[in-house]
């Protein structure tokens, strides 16, 4: 395995590189070579046998994740036979009725008998027989469902034993109910188990000791709904989380100005596609001490389960060492940014930054009503007296049905429409002076303006950026956030006057991102505050077709746009490393923390003493 040769070659060296480089004759320049690639694999790591994926690894197609096929590949849709979309919507939407969720699920297609199966792998340390394994057969044909428990089972025997031992540490005895039920979700698969957890762990408010565990988030399957397996154990800083609380007891003021409640009473001002209480959610600033997931997520707002969040609430966490580790390296030289306009955009980029994250979390994915109706006949809205809809002027005429969900009805679209909303909304309230003097700005440093304006460019830079996981080759978005901000670009593109252009340089084919400051508030607020509006009405009224239609037309990747993603991947950055530090237990029965340099060295170092 790469993962242990690295190791191997750490042991040896005990990380004298330079010493090792001198005596097997290898030039200072091909160690660095191997070095870098160590770090990056160590900190993208998936730690498979070298046999498995040999083959794949050396394919020169496919060369994407998506669904099977000649351009695209996807671990969760394994197997010889490609499974096509039409076919995962049709066995999701059965496994749905049979009240089986797709979270910890994968999909393998065959050929048997002439007729074709589809194995949903369920992850569990349970493995039963193959006879007792739930059969369903498909309406109308002679092809069926196996549910085959026991996928990931060795992966998730070690985990369910540090969990055991991690109950004699719990706080009280709500900690310990959660972790029972984690045990029970990743023992029998059963995700009702993990949504247990999710209730009991919302009300546990503001521990100590902050964990999330589970297969949690859904970016990387292109159907949207199957999840990666994640943990995080954190410790509270309780300075910031102080000002995120008062934000919090604040945050009603504020849903009051977004768009769909605009000239309105109705609801205390918040409009009738809010929800009537907003449930003030916990909200955390955490400082990690250990965190295991695909991607770096910044804020986390959990549980994900729409039924959850509205009937009971939920939590919001915000790693905030991880962002500061992010913005403590060199941004001397920041991308697509005007260099006259660099030092000044360097002086509010943190602040900025880390504020639209906030409200992208509590106000982004902390609002909106769902419109649904109940299995028992009822409705959460006046069905007699519809709202209508700021869209069209008229009544709704969709809403939520029995059984539905958000992620069910809008499928692959979910996602990165949900994170597009919550983005729209933090950048849409940037310019409150109110909500940012919460956050204690010093107005003789930097003012309203000067954060306003910085967030604009940053969400026109990083629509640029985006253009890095648009896939050419399968016409498809790799990454929903990355769909989000080129979404909210192509949103301040049309908003007219030249607010917001994007400038080409043929001599160095470089692009530059300018903003007309004297504009942000007239022309790119109601740019942003119109995607906002067509995204948060299709999705409280579950009014998929418009949007599909509204969201694709401006996701699209073509034209000049085009030309920018050649130019965007001919200047791509290397990808940041994060190094994590360990703890050690020692003889006198404490526990000591062991940082290490932000270095490449110090990555290799950090993995080979943790010994996973």
């Not at 849903?255 to 449930?279: M, S, Y």
């Not at 910085?454 to 016409?475: K, M, P, S």
């Not at 703890?583 to 290490?596: N, P």
């Amino acid at each position: 395995m790469i993962f242990d040769l690295i190791l191997e070659i750490y042991s040896v060296c005990q990380g004298d590189w330079k010493s090792l480089a001198s005596i097997v004759d290898v030039s200072v320049e091909s160690l660095d070579l191997f070095l870098e690639y160590a770090a990056v694999f160590l900190g993208n790591i998936a730690l498979e046998l070298y046999e498995d994926i040999r083959e794949a690894l050396f394919s020169t197609r496919p060369s994407s994740l998506g669904f099977p096929s000649e351009v695209a590949q996807s671990f969760y849709y394994p197997g010889e036979v490609d499974i096509k979309r039409d076919e995962v919507e049709r066995v999701s939407q059965i496994m749905e009725q049979k009240g089986i969720y797709p979270e910890n699920t994968r999909i393998k297609k065959s050929v048997e008998k002439g007729h074709i199966v589809y194995r949903v792998l369920q992850a569990s340390t349970d493995i039963k027989s193959n006879g007792s394994h739930l059969r369903v057969n498909i309406p109308n044909s002679s092809d069926e469902i196996i549910i085959t428990p026991g996928d990931h089972a060795e992966e998730l025997k070690p985990v369910c034993q540090c969990l055991e031992k991690a109950k004699g540490y719990a706080a009280n005895l709500q900690q310990k109910a959660v972790i029972d039920q984690y045990l029970e979700t990743f023992k029998t698969g059963e995700i009702e188990a993990f949504k247990e957890s999710q209730r009991l762990w919302v009300k546990d408010l503001q521990p100590t000791v902050e964990n999330a565990f589970g297969f949690v988030e859904p970016y990387r399957d292109p159907h949207g709904t199957r999840a990666e397996f994640e943990g995080i154990v954190a410790f509270v800083n309780v300075e910031e989380t102080k000002v995120l609380t008062k934000l919090v007891e604040s945050s009603a003021e504020y849903i009051c100005e977004l768009p769909w409640a605009e000239n309105t009473t109705e609801n205390n001002g918040k409009g009738l596609f809010e929800k009537e209480l907003f449930e003030p959610p916990d909200f955390t600033s955490l400082q990690t001490l250990s965190i295991c997931q695909f991607c770096r997520q910044w804020l986390k707002r959990s549980p994900k389960f729409n039924d959850i969040r509205q009937e009971v609430g939920f939590k919001n966490v915000m790693i905030s060492n991880q962002i500061a580790a992010e913005y403590s390296a060199d941004r001397k030289d920041p991308a697509f940014i005007d260099p006259s306009k660099a030092a000044s955009y360097l002086v509010a980029e943190y602040d900025a930054f880390y504020i639209w994250v906030v409200l992208h979390e509590l106000l982004g994915h902390g609002t909106s009503k769902l419109l649904t109706q109940y299995a028992d006949g009822s409705y959460n809205f006046d069905i007699a007296n519809p709202p209508i809809s700021p869209l069209t002027g008229a009544p709704i005429m969709t809403w939520y049905h029995p059984g539905q969900s958000w992620t069910g009805v809008f499928g692959d679209l979910a996602t990165s429409l949900d994170e597009c909303r919550a983005e729209c909304v933090g950048a849409y309230l940037m310019d409150n002076a109110k909500l940012l003097r919460l956050f204690g700005f010093d107005e003789s440093k930097m003012t309203p303006e000067d954060i306003t304006y910085t967030v604009y460019l940053q969400v026109g830079t990083a629509g640029l950026r985006a253009l890095e996981n648009y896939i050419e080759d399968d016409d498809r978005w790799g990454q929903a956030h990355s769909r989000a901000h080129f979404a909210m670009l192509r949103a301040l593109l049309d908003a007219g006057d030249n607010f917001l252009t994007v400038r080409h340089d043929a001599a160095t084919d470089t692009l530059t991102v300018r903003i007309d400051r004297a504009k942000v508030l007239t022309h790119g607020k109601p740019a942003i505050g119109k995607l906002l509006l067509h995204l948060h009405i299709y999705r409280c009224t579950a009014d998929v077709v418009p949007c599909r239609r509204y969201f694709e037309e401006l996701t699209r990747v073509e034209g000049v746009y085009a030309e920018w993603r050649k130019i965007v991947l001919k200047n791509k950055r290397p990808r940041q490393v994060l190094v994590q530090a360990n703890t050690f237990l020692g003889e006198d029965g404490k526990v000591r923390l062991k940082e290490y340099e932000p270095t490449i060295e110090g990555m290799i170092q950090s993995w080979a003493e943790r010994r996973v």
